[in-house]
């Protein structure tokens, strides 16, 4: 039993470590990324006086370790740097973008977790039934689609033959909630594999649940099917949809960079595209940075929400 209390603690503890490996390994790749980051910046004819101010201004003339204690030292003081394209800070370059990302990320998780719980629900519900084979094959088929095509294909549809929806965020500055129609087809785009895969593994869950003791104890006190089913088995299937969703919440970060520069939405991805095309380090190394704190953070909670739904394996006789 002590043990078991431990393991969160333990969890948390693991965390920062985490964030620190994040740091290490976000420092590592960009500085192994090919080509001269000054003579890129310097332009087409660059000049080699030109190149070693850059050069000094990036502190690239300095030693590996030299580079990476300044750059942990500034992340300490909540200094992400200064765009070497724009000359802004970094900060007001995510801050800028942060907003339309968050907009489609929340959306989308909101919409994900009662859409995949019901439809698992019901498909476990109505095991090996016409409902429970038409959401299973549903499921697979639209799994089966890539991000990309799918997005391509409700465009043509639904903005270009139909005209019920925009194509793209153009013209929106940003401000998604002000035109929700443009959220429409991303967020589609977004749910659909997620909410497959999740559905898939509440519906297994709920049907290992239904057919465990402390279920079938719940009906020998006499308490409804819904109650059995809402209350008692379905807390327990959660614990593996949990986790799925705690990676679902990490493909986002990566899917929704697809998404932005698919639809033209001013978010995150929009913003680490530009830096790649520009090799904008500092900017790279912050996305990099926020997207590492962001996935250990997720993780951690859902390791945590894991051990809190974990299946009980001893009823009351």
Sequence with gaps: MSADRGRPARRLLLGPVQIAAVVVLIFALTEALPGDAAVALAGDQPDP?????????????????GRFGAWVERLAHGDLGTSLVSGRPVADLLADGFGPTLVLAGVTVVLLVPLSVGLGVLAARREGGPVDRLISALTSAVHAVPEFALGV????????????????????????????????????????????????????????????????????????????????????????????????CDWLLSGVIVVEALFVVPGLGTVLVDAVAARDIPVIQGLALVFGVVTVSVNLVADLVTLRLAPRVEVAA
Aim: proline content about 7%; aromatic content about 4%; some cysteine.
């Design 49 to 65: 006086e030109r190149i070693a101010r850059i050069r000094e201004s990036m502190g690239l003339d300095r030693s590996m370790g």
């Design 153 to 248: 294909l409700l465009i043509t549809l639904f903005a270009l033959e139909l005209r019920w929806l925009p194509p793209t965020a153009v013209g929106t500055d940003g401000d998604l909630l002000g035109r929700p129609a443009v959220l429409v087809l991303p967020v589609v785009v977004l749910l659909s594999r997620p909410v497959c895969t999740i559905a898939r593994l509440v519906r297994a869950g709920m049907i290992d649940a239904m057919a465990s003791p402390y279920v079938a104890h719940a009906r020998r006190q006499g308490l409804s099917g819904a109650r059995v089913c809402w209350t008692h088995a379905l807390p327990n299937a959660l614990a593996p949809a949990t986790q799925q969703l705690a990676r679902t």
